[in-house]
């Protein structure tokens, strides 16, 4: 028995709170399931690529922004450009190939270790037959084979890489021989590449009735032929020495079927050849990660960074080599190997492939400190002021530029010794002079036979430019002389004047030209890597988006590749795509992580604490694992994962709790003041309508003589006054933070401390109880209670109760209920508003509110009473405030008050009867004095204890 006792009142007591948690766990369960729904939706829509687009921006980012896990730009790579500046100066593209010998013998003479093409040589250039210039009638015209000139210095130079591109055009035929297209049947290049792997010396003819015998040929048909026979003899003699074998792995890797290696002598000449194709990027073009090797003819064929690289460690490496997902090479055979990290995607261009395999992160250069925005800042050598670009201009000027203006200022020069060259020279020295003139003209200044003629022709100048000044010097005035002495006069003045000024400008552009060649650009390419490419604007313009630029030169793009490459060589780690597992734990932590947080705080914290949180993960991935691990794991998508997870829990708890409002505010809205609801809405943790204990101050009111006032008014009159004078009171209570409770008919009943706890509840009910009879006042004075053409004034009386009272919602909540306060208090302000009448105040208050309110206001004792239905008396006090009750003799008034009650306390019941006779005779307060009088009579009659209590029997 007892303990099922104790049992049934801790159950009656604790069942709320559990039903309570109960609803919160069920809750919050849900949420948790919807958020990890919306978290899953989001590492499937990565699993597909749908969210490929957020992560290549992200990337972007960080490698802007994050740059510390990125390699330095090395001093031992550079930029050859083609600029606009060159194509300005030396023509328009295609230039004549010997133009790219002599650019790549001055990079050979200047000690350049590599010499890396980013451009196409893939078609024959026609040759050119010009004539020597000099004088004579016999001179020689040459022919001149621009793709031998340049493949003879692609054999000096012995470490050339030459670009080609292996292009991917869709297809019906596979692997077959032959396909249909636009210009009929076509061979296939597989098929002639298979047919050459076997007999190279199949020409045209032969591979035609072989491939295209039964299905007829065309022109077109015929000459593509030739073309795809030249690709393929190219690449074969390559294939050794620049690709490997395709190893026997399920590995998919780019295809080229449609490849432009060089001419079949550049190949031969070449050491190495590699690609240039970058398969068109990602889904929105940029490249991010290229190809490191390509797949045609059987052979892979590695990107042009990879081969220039590994070309410029020559000997000192061994491979490079496939292992597994890496490509790898021996920098000696006595340290381990070097591997690059290779993963799989998707390419823009290669639509067919589902993806492919052996793709490599461009790691751009870190940008250097003070180095230029976008792409140029990336090769700048930290520490040295210039970048790491050499204009192809400032390489080919001395030939195409400075030489030429040599040249014409020799002429000039031999002009005009040659028309004084009779009266200065004997006939075999002029003779000598003209033939190294003609030597000049037609020699390279390179040569040293062209420096010595040169040597002698300066000896020659300073000879006659001394005779004509001597000649000069001696020549009689110019009215002595005949009309040809005087053009002989006018030809020495010139010889005197132009020839050591072209004399002075053919030295100093030789000077300027050895400086150059001897100083300058050996500084600049000496030992390095260089990579030659285009920068130029136009139509043979070769840019791409990047991380680091939208308008990124090619080039450039191999050149960050093989800088990644080199220090990874030097032991220096790199970049690589993190496994598709780590992306998927990435987004699973992230975004439960985020849903937990939503459903366990606040909403008005929630959302500053995801700004953090989410902040947070930025910071560590790309301090940790971007900036320390050098893992490129997903950012975007663990953030998106963190939102959706956390906005779905939101949005749930906001409609949940949106009908917890609207179900507040339609038990409130009638209760207490439109800010107060919104404040209960809004913050749900304060809408405690379940029944609780406070000390609160509790207020009734009525209206004195109702009843007959009402008998006189009718039914309409008593309407429109009530709905008068309860909208202006209501007004007043609404305005001071009161709960109002009820209307009693004429009565109101409120209170304050509820249901927003107010420490200054009896402050704020004293400031309403002032307010309604300063309101009440304005109200009879300005004839608003007009009935029947007659004005009416209402009398209020007002009783103010503090006390500990239970306040909630009470009844059969939600369905029926009423949101009240039950207690002693309660019924202890009714009996004070009742007490009035009998006391003949307006505002009566107990002990506890003028407690509360201190000082504030002004009150009147009124003394120890014992209202009806009460056994203790209560200390009671009239409020009086501000009013000026009795005018000016307001104060008075109160301190003849509280010199009685003290008289009637202290047993000086005739000093008490005279201040009441006073205050009835002079500030007419009969029905008090007549209080005290019954009760002095009955202290006199009564033997019981003086309590100095006065008992009022009515209500």
Known sequence: MVRRSVSTRGSSGEVPALRTRSRASSMARVQRMLGAGAVLIV??????????????????????????????????VVLVLIDDAATETLGRWPWRRSMMATLTDELTRAGASVVAFDILFDEPQEREVVADAGGGSGRVVREIDHDEAFAAAVARCGR??????????????????????????????????????????????????VLLAESGSTGAAVRDLALKRDAALALLELAERASLAVPDSAALWPLGN????????????????????????????????????????????????????????????????????????????????????????????????????GLMMVCWPRHATGGKSGWRGRFTVEGRATESVVAVGRVLDPFYTVYPAIKRGLALIDENIGAAAGALLEPSAAEAYASRASELQVGSPDDLAWLRALEAQRTVWAEVVEAARFALSDAPAEADLTDEERGQIRALRALAEVVPKQASEVIDGLERVQHWREKELPLLVRGRLCFVGWSATGAAADFVGSS?????????????????????????????????????????????????AAVALDVAISPLFMIAFLGLWVAFDGVLLWGGLRQVTALSTPLLAGFAGWLTVMLHRLF????????????????????????????????????????????????????????????????????????????VLQSTRATLDKYLGDGIMAFWGAPLEDREHAVHAAEATLRMMEVLAEMNESGAFVSNESKERLVVRVGLATGEVNVGDFGNPPAKSAYTVIGDAVNLSARLESANKQLGTTILINNRVRELIGDRFRVRTIGRVVVKGKKQFETLYELVGERKLKGDRTV????????????????????????????????????????????????????????????????
């Open 258 to 357: 449609e490849p432009s290696p060089p001419i079949l002598a550049l190949a031969r000449a070449s050491e190495r050849v590699a690609s240039v194709s970058f398969g068109g990027g990602d889904e929105d073009g940029d490249v991010r990660r290229i190809p490191l090797w390509h797949q045609a003819g059987g052979r892979l064929w590695p990107t042009l960074g990879l081969a220039a690289a590994m070309q410029r460690l020559g000997n000192s490496a061994h491979g490079p080599q496939i292992q597994g997902r890496a490509t790898t090479w021996l920098l000696r055979d006595s340290e381990p190997s070097v591997g690059l990290p290779m993963h799989s995607g998707r390419l823009r261009q290669l639509t067919s492939q589902p993806r492919v395999d």
């Open 160 to 209: 050339a890489v030459l670009a080609a591109s292996f292009a991917f055009v869709e297809s019906s035929a596979g692997r077959g021989t032959v396909e249909r297209a636009g210009i009929g049947t076509r061979a296939t290049f597989e098929g002639v590449f298979d047919l050459l792997s076997t007999d190279r010396s199949l020409t045209v003819e032969q591979l035609r009735r």
């Open 656 to 731: 949940v709790e949106q009908r917890g409002r609207r179900r507040t505010e339609a038990r409130f809205r009638s209760y207490v003041p439109p800010d107060v609801v919104d404040i209960l809405v809004n913050n749900p943790g304060l809408d405690s309508m379940s029944p609780q204990k406070r000390e609160l101050t509790i207020m009734f009111s009525d209206i004195a003589g109702f009843t007959t006032m009402s008998e006189r008014l009718g039914v309409e009159g008593t309407s429109k006054m009530l709905s008068t004078y309860l909208g202006a009171m209501t007004d």
């Open 548 to 596: 680091i630029d939208s308008i990124t030169p090619g080039v450039a793009v191999h050149a960050a590749v093989a800088n990644s490459i080199l220090a990874a060589a030097d032991g220096a780690p790199i970049l690589r795509p993190a496994p598709w597992w780590a992306d998927g734990l990435a987004i699973m932590t992230v975004g439960l992580l985020a849903v937990a």
């Open 892 to 955: 008075d008034w109160i301190g003849r008050t509280e010199e009685g009650v003290r008289a009637f306390l202290e047993q000086e019941f005739d000093r008490c009867l005279d201040l009441m006779d006073t205050l009835e005779s002079e500030f007419g307060d009969s029905a008090l004095a007549e209080v005290y009088r019954r009760a002095v009579a009955l202290a006199r009659e009564s033997g019981e204890p003086f309590e100095g209590t006065i008992v009022l029997t009515e209500k």
């Open 43 to 76: 590492l499937a829509l990565h699993l597909t690529g749908a969210t490929a687009a957020l992560e290549h921006e992200a990337v972007d980012q960080r490698m802007r922004a994050f740059q510390r896990p990125l390699p330095p730009m090395r001093d031992d």
